[in-house]
């Protein structure tokens, strides 16, 4: 018996690659924990018989329903797509309309405890803004503002962002200590649960080579304040050494104080393979990928599965308490 | 006969790996151009014995004198250091001073127009602060404040920064139309006399996803103009992408605003073989290597030339016109 427990995945905007890398995530043997597909699960089948993956589809109603039976794919399937909606590589107001829902019911999964992570599909910002009439569209409603992190993983760099999608000057002004130091307790009681006994956090320098006020003044002393509560970080310490490090291995994660500090680290080092979780909806692991639907590429059956791996991957082994995968 | 003018590199602190790695440089038959060494001779003589390189000394007092003759250095020594003042690894004021006295004569052959490129060895902050009772040492002597613009290389990933160490809220300070536009003018030229026959430089974003008053009111009509020139630049492009970009050959230089911004890219990307040139200096290039004086390991024969390398190569191909060096 598997002692991972069940996850949940949503297949992505059928019109573009999320069901075709999925199922090659699936497939590949990589994910080491029972998977619950959410989608359409017609759209399963066919990208069962595209990417010739030894799989059977059994649709179901409902968490209980599904067995993960060897060679058998549970989809919970609530409906409501045609046939019609769906077109690879064309924008479909139904299909943004059904990533909402799966991704709707994937979050009450999490909620009422049923499974301890949940994968998101690459869905079309376009589909759902169509869908919605929302401009924000689908970021806005990932994430109550203030309270949720961006933890971006691609292998042994690990990144977690105070600020996100702010500008430069508002973001000096987020850089405060408490700021710093509610993340650091965050990020350590989250590499704790995900069964790193003693995480050791690496927190970015501000200012070029930690010469500056923030650096003085808010960082220096959220790191003091963390160790003297038993956290296990380190810092500041100057960005432009700090990523480096952690892809050595010195670290296991980096606090990063802005979107760009940790993304170009990331997308720089290495640009397949990354997953982010974002922080903030515990205990559950709430995981995406970096990349998009792909239009261009909907159907051919030649998508990456790369990122939607590492994504289900890490979701299993985190949410199990067994710490990152290691690298093969 | 080649067809590279000769250029002219010191040997950096004799107490640190500056003379072995630049001799290994030399017998590596990497650097396709002469080079006239500047230091002092006895410590070039010992250092090729400890390496080994099939080379002799050839002290020389002055430019003209140089011969460049195969299987030969020619070292223009100034005289002034005794065997006494040198020991491996240890901080010594008398080196301090003599090479900052060698960095005058390489700068005076530039300026002289004799050479068209000058390659610094590796210093010691303390010793020449030791030497001098300079503070802010080294680095303020070699930069004249606002007009000179660091040029990070690491194989097909160039950088030049628009701002270096300054605070990241008087940099946002500093990211303005003209500042912009007028590095985008000496970069081209650089490139342009480099052998980069058209060009193309990607200019980062500063702010996420390139959406921020700077972005839109300072750096898009910056660029906007340089094409208005017939500058081949692109952007703002998103700072998280516009680096990997340009390790896959799309841009031959990016342009970054802040010190970290490009230093995450080079620093985390590739940590060895970096050099630097900084740019302000023309016509003559004015090289230098990121790495210091590693005194934990000098004299012991162990230190990796692969960053002093690049330095020469580039320096001779880059001086002639012949654009940069390829990677093997």
């Known amino acids: 018996m598997s002692t991972f427990p069940p996850i949940a995945a949503t297949i992505g905007d059928p019109c573009g690659i999320g069901p075709e890398v999925v199922i090659k995530a699936l497939a590949s043997g990589a994910v080491p924990a029972p998977v619950l597909l959410i989608g359409d699960a017609e759209v399963v089948r066919r990208t069962i018989a595209l990417t010739g993956a030894h799989l059977t589809v059994r649709a179901v109603q409902s968490f209980e329903a599904a067995q993960f039976a060897p060679g058998t794919v549970d989809v919970l399937d609530p ?45 079309n910002g376009e589909a759902i803004r169509l869908a919605t009439g929302d401009q924000a569209g689908d970021q806005a409603r990932a994430a109550p503002a203030g309270k949720t992190f961006l933890f971006l993983i691609t292998g042994p760099l690990r990144v977690v962002h105070l600020t996100d999608h702010i500008t430069m000057r508002e973001m000096l002004d987020h850089v405060r200590m408490h700021n710093v130091l509610e993340l650091l307790r965050l990020t350590h009681a989250s590499l704790r649960r995900w069964g790193i006994r003693e995480p050791h956090i690496g927190v970015a320098g501000l200012n070029p080579h930690c010469y500056g006020p923030e650096d003085e003044q808010e960082i220096a002393p959220a790191v003091r304040q963390a160790q003297a509560e038993g956290i296990r970080a380190s810092g500041p310490v100057a960005a432009d050494s700090l990523f480096r490090l952690c892809t050595e291995g010195q670290y296991d994660c980096a606090l990063a104080h802005y979107h760009d500090q940790g993304h170009i680290a990331v997308k720089t080092w290495r640009f397949s393979g990354n997953c982010a979780i974002s922080l903030g909806y515990e205990p559950y692991i709430r995981m995406s990928v970096a990349h998009g639907t792909a239009f261009d590429i909907a159907g051919k059956g030649i998508a990456d599965p790369l990122a939607l791996t590492a994504a289900l991957r890490t979701s299993a082994m985190l949410s199990a308490g067994k710490g990152f995968p290691k690298e093969g």
């Open 79 to 123: 409906g409501g797509l045609e046939a019609r909606d769906i077109t690879p590589g064309k924008v479909s107001p139904a299909c943004g309309r059904a990533t909402i829902r799966w991704w709707e019911i994937a979050t009450e999964l999490a909620e009422a405890k049923k499974v301890p992570a949940i994968v998101k599909g690459p869905t």
